[in-house]
């Protein structure tokens, strides 16, 4: 079906039992409990999403068992894969699609994510707007920020987006939950401090123009940024998912 996606060999990759999974979960937890509390926020004010991408499925059934209810992926087909193996005994999953997203596969992830964060075009808003309705459904979508206005990153440019959001806004289909930033890579993470503080006031922005339409905008609460690399950071920015892949899951070995 996706001819690019033939070399994928995740779910072939040898399923490895992890001791470590649990280790690095609780590490993660608490440095994410340690982030909260320094900048005076609730542990539950911040979601974990596992970024489980080209890691086997047995890694998620482990990451489940440990109480993981949040998965990200990057890619459709890795994502559709998955979810269809694993959501069939383990309904309450949540699954959330990370990377770019063609129109053309709006179709086949549109009633299995519950949410997409990488909506950066008005196209393919519009794709997800039809694909919705045909199902009846209402679908949860972040807009990405390329907030360091990376030339190799996807996501709007700061100028762009409240254009985006207005353009968006009032789509029948469409809940624009917030905003969604994949800072630089840098290895030292208060690098990236400007960027989250910066998408935190772009958040706080859009939510304070937009109280004429409560219904839609009482919705807009999801401020999705910081990696394994800074998610620390992120939350004491004001980050209420941070997505972590390689600090629970290990390193990534790419089979290209
Ligand atoms: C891979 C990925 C992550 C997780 O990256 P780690 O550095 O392994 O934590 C988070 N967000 C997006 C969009 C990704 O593609």
């Not at 996606?5 to 590490?27: H, V």
């Not at 499925?57 to 269809?84: D, P």
């Not at 905003?179 to 890579?185: H, N, V």
């Amino acid at each position: 079906m996706f001819s690019e996606d033939k070399e994928n060999k995740y779910i072939a990759e040898e399923a490895i039992n992890s001791p470590s999974l649990k280790y690095n979960l609780d590490s993660v937890e608490q440095r994410i409990s340690a982030a909260c509390k320094r900048s005076g926020r609730k542990r539950n004010e911040v979601t974990l999403i596992a970024v489980s991408k080209t890691k086997p499925i047995s890694m998620i059934y482990e990451a489940y068992e440990v109480g993981i209810r949040h998965f990200g992926e990057n890619k459709v087909q890795e994502l559709l894969e998955k979810c269809n193996t694993f959501s069939s005994s383990h309904g309450e999953v949540e699954w959330h699609l990370l990377g770019h997203l063609q129109r053309n596969k709006v179709k086949y992830i549109i009633d299995k994510v519950s949410l997409i964060h990488s909506v950066d075009s008005l196209r393919l808003g519009l794709q997800i707007e039809e694909e919705a309705a045909k199902k009846g459904i209402q679908c949860d979508i972040l807009i990405e920020v390329n907030i360091a206005a990376e030339e190799t990153k996807y996501g709007v440019r700061v100028e762009e987006l409240l254009p985006l959001v207005n353009q968006l806004a009032d789509l029948p289909h469409i809940n624009i939950r917030g905003l969604m930033a994949i800072a630089p890579y840098v290895t030292n993470p208060e690098q990236n401090r400007m960027y989250f503080r910066e998408m935190r006031e772009l958040f706080i922005d859009i939510r304070a123009k937009n109280i004429d339409n409560e219904v839609k905008y009482k919705l807009f609460n999801i401020l999705s940024m910081g990696m394994t690399g800074d998610f620390e950071v992120a939350i004491e920015e004001g980050a209420t998912m941070v997505r972590v892949g390689t600090g629970i899951f290990g390193e990534r070995s790419y089979i290209v």
